[in-house]
């Protein structure tokens, strides 16, 4: 496609300067995201204000040329990526936190605010905002919100959706809107918030958020647990998350994993069938019973070691090693596939015992992690050649299939994007998916925004 | 309007027996709710099944009749009253709790269990449902999801859109439909769950929801503060929100509420200019640090006196007088106005003030009380005859000024209904409204389901 000459001079005056770019070099860096799917935009604009994102959408919607919402790219299921062309919107440069409200838990800032920066300014108040991707430095507020990204935390302290009062943002006909409150409570209207939230720039793109922030806990305490096997693990999991102690993070790793990490995190990170790194947060004076509590839990069938971590050091080297476990495995397979579903947290055990048949049977290295303590578990399938790929997609299938039976769903925190609406039918009936795209219309009626994603 | 012969003969098979009734009794039963408005419907139906309420929907979307949905009527803002007549499908019948899964912490009921009966039989799992309306013993699951229904702790726990995890349901289309998850975390789609959440059947009639459960904490200390006024209790409560410890229930009481009270609860209500009721849970050795953290920040400018209730029948007639506080204003005024408008927790005091200042401007008896955490006050105007009752309705605008002025909203959990509608303009701008209109077209795109309600 290119863009109407008539077209690319309203963009100029509403973006003018280094604010609108059409030159190849920029449209290439835009063109990809952390999917390594990739698709040339026509142009990149970098929206500073609220009226120039309307300003876009307006001039694109007369035209019926594509707007691809974009927060920094780090969402790893092509969400981003811009396959029908059209301008990709860039929000990076509209990244001021505007608000800071401790006396009422609330922060509102702008789209293009790094997570990381956020939590960075929130500090001095005694406040955090919840999701914590493991991408936090790096990716936005914006991209958070429209992809309902999580992390560690949420099996504690919710997602997006329980983390967000209000939003400003623009909708496909090009009109803004206002949602939500500037209140912790609010029954006027339908929740336009939570709709937006998780919808991944297909209804609206998002230009403001209003942020309910939680106190931060005083203390935090980091237990590493080993296991014979992952079943062993796995059941430990259900146990712990059947008390009534809620651990704020509950991060399995499975044993191909463990010696990944090794790689990274040295000899910090032991060798054993399985982990978990089980964090437990709150006052001092309360977190050696929380501890006991859920150390009690995790103690049972299969445990090999148990262990508090001591010092500051030693919970940092098993961070460092889980975090880094996503980049790691593209020096393995540069084309991994990477899921993240999700099952009832009991059925966790019948989940990583049938990901393993699931290896063997179609001979695919596949490394599992992630946030347990919701059933939410990051299924990398790494193949390593053109016929492992091909045995990988035949497997991918299984799994999504197994997770189905097991009353789980596709996505716990990637969302759909690109890579997975075509299992969309296997999670969803037809007939919520026809609303869905009732939805789709409602906010977007030429279907301008981020075309191609999320829907089947 | 008469319903149409072939529209009664095919509700006949659908319904057998005495599951349709179209006698003037049972429709004079079926024409009003708590808000004391009523119309009269022109029959009433009790499903049991999701696949009657898809048959009951299609029935009258052939002959565009209305569908009402009505839990058990006990919301306060018209919104089950059947103004354009049409059918009431009451779900009274369809009150099996599905199953109680305490290992993945959640539990799927039908829509016509009671509030209180769910909480009953959580009880011996160690598990409860947060939302908790004044009216829980008598007050449907179905209706509090259709109207976000929340209670006193909310402030700690949320409103039933942050303890629901998925719903089934049957859209204006007469098409059922599966949204939402059976794991904690979800992030496949739209998220119609919380959509429906709220929309006060509108868009969709619940037949099935499974909800979030939380474990019981195993400790409870009631705290009972009261205030020179209502400015020095309002003061005290944004000091009590603006420090970590949250308190799981934060009660505003007015001196006006207090007189009141005093009635129904006898001498364990103090008389005072305002009085807060704090309780704060958790485990019983963390509890005594968390009310001292919140008894400190009780205390202040213009506190009288400050206890922790000592036994549990102080506790439980502090409660009783409090919860008695809605039905009581009866007896003063049976065409009471009743709102529960909701501004940030630091402008409380100009709220309560501004409030006062209206009583005394208008001349219109006010007493307020409420969930005062979330910043949520039960603004009760008191005509007592047809003069102060036009002096209350001037009174009334001037109050929703008021709190839009404090970035406040209408409704923080009663909802719209017929009696705030006209409101709404106030709250919401154009083309936020527009896009609900939209989104209500995609549901029921004849209007049929619950016409008159929410949108102006």
Redesign the interface.
Known sequence: MTLPDALLDTLRTHFPGDALATGMAERLAYAYDNSRRNALPDAVVFPTSHEQTEALVKACRAHRVPVIGRGRGTNTTGATVPVAGGVVASFERMNRILRI??????AVVEPGVLNGDLQQALKPH?FFWPPDPSSSPWCSIGGNLA??S?GPR??KY??P??NTLGLRAV?GTG?????G????????????T??L???EGT?ALITEATLKLT????ALRTIRATYRDVSAAARAV?RI??????PCALEFIDDVALKLARDYGGDSVPLAGAMLMIEVD??A??LP??VDAVSRAARGDGLEDLRVAETAEETQALWSARKALSPAQRTISPNKINEDV?????HLPELVDGIKQLARKHDVLIVSFG?AG???LHVNLLPRDESERERAHACLADVFALVISL??????????GLVKKEF?PL???P??????R??????DPEGILNPGK??P
């Open positions: 409200d401790p006396d009422n838990r609330l005694g992809c309902n999580a949420t099996v919710g997602s959706r329980e909708a009109e803004g809107f206002r949602c409150t500037y209140t912790s409570k609010g029954a006027t209207g339908y929740d336009l939570r709709l939230i998780g919808s209804l106190p931060k806990p005083s259900a998350m059947a008390q009534p102690v809620t709150g006052e004076e309360t019973s929380a999700v099952v009832p947290v009991s946030h919701n059933g939410n009353e789980g769903t596709l996505s716990g925190e990637h969302g759909i969309m999670a969803l009936q007939s919520t998916l026809q609303l869905m009732h939805v789709k219309a409602a906010f999320l829907l």
